[in-house]
């Protein structure tokens, strides 16, 4: 219960630029959903790629403002007080955040393999998409008190807010070249226009 009374307390970026950037991230996945339904007769399994990519971004929106990775620690701290392990919770931590990047590098590994053919079509959004992961990986980093020299206030970490705001803004923009209309190489097979 300590867990969840301390998230609420400190959960959400409730400044003009955190909401700001909570749209440009619904923005971006509207868009993406978008771009799925147009380019959905490429053969390619560009839709599906689109589809994951806003899954992505609806996800690190809502996280934005409820910011899921809190409640994550504070349940991690009340464990290892409960349990008696807090002095080596920064072990802990470093591997948490070790798995984290991990996990991250080989979905972007996976994600080449499968949808190499996306991340060729689509740079902006690839490169966009990339740098919002990039983001949460040292937004996790820094949460979890490793020592980068990263503050928690916006003013702060000027360097960190740009890494997130360019990589919304990528998206946004490769989402909406993605929505433009697809033609098909053979006939019959309905285009946007058709619709």
């Not at 590098?105 to 991340?119: D, E, I, Q």
């Not at 008190?145 to 928690?152: C, M, Y």
């Not at 702060?156 to 990589?167: A, F, N, R, S």
Request: positive net charge.
């Amino acid at each position: 219960m300590n867990a969840l009374i301390a998230w609420t307390k400190t959960a959400g970026d409730p400044t003009l630029l955190g909401w700001a950037t909570t749209v440009g991230y619904a923005l971006a996945a509207v868009l993406c959903l978008r771009a799925a339904r147009v380019r959905k007769y490429t053969g390619a399994g560009e839709s599906a790629a689109w589809r994951a990519s806003a899954g992505v971004l609806v996800f690190l929106g809502v996280n934005k403002q409820l910011d899921f990775q809190t409640l994550l620690i504070a349940i991690g701290r009340t464990a290892a007080w409960a349990e008696g392990w807090f002095d080596d919770r920064r072990i802990v931590q470093k591997l948490f955040v070790g798995a984290l990047a991990l996990a991250l590098m080989g979905l972007v590994l996976w994600a080449m393999s499968r949808h190499g053919f996306f991340l060729r079509n689509h740079r902006l959004a690839a490169i966009g998409l990339g740098l919002v992961l990039i983001y949460a990986l040292l937004r996790a980093a820094e949460i979890d008190h490793l020592e980068l020299g990263v503050s928690s206030k916006p003013a702060d970490q000027p360097w960190l807010w740009t890494i997130e705001v360019t990589g919304v803004m990528l998206c946004i923009l490769g989402a909406a070249r993605g929505c433009r209309a697809f033609v098909p190489a053979h006939p019959g097979i309905p285009t946007d226009a058709d619709h």
